[in-house]
């Protein structure tokens, strides 16, 4: 039987704290990328042969 | 082989394993307050900067320049933990009071130094990027690993890193460096020094405790004060060089001078502090009127530059 380490009430607190910044992070950077695209490119990037 | 699924964790193992730093510890990496000076200057330089950029662009810009301060910052904070520990003004940073390990803070800081720079060149420039890149390399290795702790020069050299981002933010827009921007650097590059020293006179005791070699401890107080003035005086005079150089008007010339007496005059009087003065209230002036100064000269190049742009508009 393998004994899990449990983690404390104020590691789970921290973590979470933790991946709610990245998932905001995350979230900031896919919405700059989409901007950042559609200046520099302009619409145009739509107009491409397929 | 046959597994024995039963692994002896040893007592307490869940500190070592799990971190008790939360998001906040790591925006503390970033050194936000030192950030917000740089977010300022760099600022400063993209708008006063010929040209334009999209208003999209210029934000990012500003994002990436941020990110990378904060980078410098959280290595900076990785491998002065040490020192940090014994110094009251840092003792409770996230590296030393144990709630971010070492090796956290050194990937933080690393991997938001190499995203910030690539970041700045694909969707700036790649000289911005190149500029980012070298004042964090500037600031991580040459400042806070090599000269901080074998020079009381330190804070002269090491300061230039601090001076970088109005011309990061001038590139930004321009693409290059430019006698324009060199001024802005110079600014910032020689306020350094007598903004620190004040620092240091009334700090001696922590940076002697940590062992670093500050001007107070190794030459002494009086050759600090001497050059307090002297830096103080180089500083006015490089704030009125925009007025020289074409482009700022004599009003901010103006502005700039009255400033800069007034930074030499706060400095003279450091300078006439009793040796071995405990209070150093005079050179805690000097701290806090140096902040004051830097800020109010960024401001007033600010202002300058956009009521030039709203006159040339009217007219």
């Keep these: 039987m393998i004994d899990r380490v449990e983690m404390t009430e104020a590691q789970k607190k921290a973590r979470r704290s933790r991946s709610a910044a990245i998932g905001i992070a995350l979230a900031i950077l896919v919405v700059l990328f989409y901007v950042v695209t559609i200046v520099k490119v302009g619409p145009g990037i739509l107009n491409r042969p397929l | 082989m046959a597994m024995t699924a039963e692994h002896d964790m040893g007592a307490a193992p869940t500190e070592a394993l799990f971190s008790e730093g939360n998001a906040s510890d790591y925006f503390a990496l970033l050194k936000p307050r030192v950030m917000s000076l740089v977010v300022f200057t760099a600022f400063v330089g993209l708008l006063l900067a010929p040209g334009s950029i999209h208003p999209v662009l210029g934000f990012i810009s500003i994002l990436c320049i941020a990110v990378g301060g904060g980078a410098s910052g959280a290595l900076n904070m990785w491998y002065d933990a040490d020192i940090d520990a014994v110094m009251t003004r840092t003792a409770n940073r996230p590296v030393p009071a144990g709630r971010i390990d070492a090796s956290s803070a050194f990937g933080f800081g690393l991997f938001l130094a190499i995203f910030s720079s690539v970041m700045l060149g694909l969707m700036v420039n790649w000289a911005a990027g190149a500029l980012l890149a070298f004042t964090i390399f500037f600031y991580a290795v040459v400042y806070t690993i090599w000269l901080k702790r074998s020079t009381p020069q330190n804070i002269v050299i090491g300061g230039a890193a601090g001076a ?10 321009t693409g290059t460096v430019s006698v324009e921007s060199i001024i802005l650097f110079l600014i910032i590059f020689l306020w350094t020094p007598a903004h620190f020293w004040a620092l240091a006179l009334f700090k001696s005791g922590d940076y002697g405790k940590a062992g670093i070699p500050m001007l107070p401890n190794v030459s002494g107080e009086s050759v ?92």
Excluded at chain 2, 278 to 293: D, E, G, Q, T
Aim: one cysteine or more; a positive charge; hydrophobic letters at 65%.
């Design chain 2, 164 to 173: 970088f981002p109005p011309m990061i933010g001038w590139a930004c827009v």
């Design chain 2, 224 to 315: 600090t004060k001497t050059n307090i003035v002297v830096y103080a005086v180089l500083t006015a005079i490089a704030a009125v060089l925009p007025t020289v150089a074409g482009f700022a008007s004599l009003g901010y010339g103006a502005v700039a001078a009255a400033l800069g007496l007034a930074f030499i005059w706060y400095a003279v009087q450091v300078r006439r502090m009793p040796e071995g003065d405990v209070a150093m209230i005079a050179a805690k002036k000097m701290f806090r009127y140096s902040l004051v100064y830097l800020f109010v000269i960024f401001t007033a190049l600010l202002a300058d530059n956009l009521l030039a742009r709203l006159f040339a508009w009217v007219a």
